[in-house]
């Protein structure tokens, strides 16, 4: 079984080949890493996201080592209609993250081609980010830090300096995140509520969870609230304008998880209006920010460059859940956690 590796700036193909190679001694594999900057293999991801994966041609290292392939091992490069075109022998692509943005799903199942997603991969990095930004916002770390090296010794800040212990934190969504958000934030003693119909009650108690009645009740409640919830047709915009006019005065807000499931504007008219407190955002609209975004002039919001998975640990996590579903599909001939394995009759 012929495996092409497509590498990139975050994950190298050495990576993904080390752990396949763990697993099926042996095996035939190829890499061919997608070159690039890191800052461009990351916009031409947003791009997918929001367009598809045929948005971004095929990089043409991949196109030229794609023939023969029965396997296909990647991140973010483009798997769109071009590459699997070249891809005669193709019957499984593997990627390293739960997003399939960067593959054409439709045209992989119409020639019968598996496509595997991998779950929980980069939670805990997620999660750790997530409370670096509560910290971060809420003590007004990063204003400090910028105020001292720009020479000054700000002590004035906007917000309420309040400590997150004894606080109640609000999780919107409830998955792979959530559970390791909620072991992480155990020791700071603070009442831990979650907004998420899909969610078991007993993964909820097992992390000392209370349910909310409703996303309304959560709102209203908490004093930061952090989104986990994955981008649908269902989650698309749906925290506006009225849902952040619920938020307490002084509630900070976080989001590491899709831009697109809050209304950015709203957000952005709250925090400049300061009816909320701060917030804390990994992720945005458009990315790279442009540098005359709006968002570079708030002074309550603290902002990272969508890096919450991005850890040495989630990149080798990653790999070898990737490397996991390969050798499933040597043994068996599917892999059960397909996105399309009910359509391939896996």
């Known amino acids: 079984m012929k495996v092409l590796i497509a590498g990139d700036r975050f994950i190298p193909g050495r990576t993904f080949a080390e752990e396949i190679e763990a697993r099926l001694p042996g095996s035939p594999i190829t890499v061919a890493d997608w070159a690039g900057a890191k800052a461009e293999q990351h916009e031409a991801q947003q791009v997918m996201e929001v367009r598809g994966a045929a948005a971004v041609p095929a990089p043409p290292e991949l196109l030229a080592a794609v023939p023969g392939a029965e396997v296909l091992c990647v991140h973010f490069a483009p798997v769109g209609p071009d590459l699997l075109a070249a891809a005669e022998d193709l019957r499984l692509v593997a990627v390293a993250r739960t997003g399939l943005e960067n593959v054409d799903l439709d045209a992989a199942s119409a020639r019968g081609i598996g496509v595997v997603p991998v779950f929980g991969r980069n939670a805990s990095a997620v999660a750790e980010l997530q409370i ?76 000392g969870v209370r349910r909310a009645a409703s996303l309304d009740d959560l ?75 709006p968002w570079r002039r708030l002074d309550n919001v603290t902002l990272t460059t969508h890096f919450g998975g991005d850890t040495e640990q989630t990149n080798r996590t990653s790999a070898a859940l990737v490397a996991e579903a390969v050798a499933e599909f040597a043994e068996t001939g599917r892999v059960r956690t397909a996105a399309n394995a009910d359509l391939l009759g896996w």
């Open 132 to 207: 670096g930004l509560i910290l971060a916002e809420s003590r007004d770390i990063a204003r400090a830090d910028a105020s001292v090296k720009q020479g000054g010794w700000r002590k004035e800040f906007p917000g309420r300096r309040v400590e997150l212990g004894g606080s109640t934190v609000g999780m919107i969504g409830f998955g792979h995140v959530g559970r390791h958000f909620a072991r992480k934030l155990g020791g700071f003693g603070c009442t831990l509520v979650a907004y998420d119909p899909y969610a078991p009650d007993v993964a909820l108690a097992e992390s």
């Open 219 to 293: 709102l209203l409640g908490a004093d930061f609230v952090v989104v986990q919830a994955r981008h649908s047709k269902e989650t698309d915009r749906f925290i506006g304008a009225r849902e952040l006019a619920m938020l307490k005065p002084g509630a900070y807000f976080v989001n590491v998880a899709r831009s697109r499931v809050v209304d950015t504007a709203a957000l952005y008219d709250a925090l400049a209006g300061g009816r909320i407190a701060g917030a804390g955002l990994d992720v945005f609209d458009e990315e790279p920010l442009p540098a005359d975004s």
